[in-house]
């Protein structure tokens, strides 16, 4: 089992910045695929940005340019730097670690809120 534990969401005016924090309980960033997802009030979750075991980045296409991932293997931390945040960025923000189907783990989610 792994466990993931996010944190660094809160309220921020649009146009603000914030950094989201995912701790994994185990070394795995280096074995596993990183991912951050969200899912708004009504809606259906959805893929923000992932980051590979080699490295490649992907984003969903209203975040790029705007967010980015990263990860730092020695504290197996993986980031989300979200800037230029807008209202429809507002969503519950879940970090996610995919080996395969056996292996998918979920964090507890953090509440991001972008409002004046």
């Known amino acids: 089992q792994v466990q993931l534990v996010e944190s660094g969401g809160g309220l921020v005016q649009p146009g603000g910045s914030l950094r989201l924090s995912c701790a994994a309980s185990r070394s795995i960033l280096n074995m596993y695929t990183m991912g951050w997802y969200r899912q708004a009030p009504g809606k259906q979750r959805e893929k923000v940005a992932t980051?590979?075991?080699?490295?490649?980045?992907n984003y969903v296409d209203s975040v790029k340019g705007r967010f980015t991932i990263s990860r730092d293997n020695a504290k197996n931390t993986v980031y989300l730097q979200m800037n230029s945040l807008k209202p429809e960025d507002t969503a519950v923000y879940y970090c996610?670690?995919?080996?395969?189907?056996?292996?998918?783990?979920w964090g507890q989610g953090t509440q991001v809120t972008v409002s004046s």
């Open positions: 996610n670690a995919y080996y395969s189907a056996q292996y998918d783990f």
């Open positions: 980051i590979s075991t080699g490295g490649s980045l």
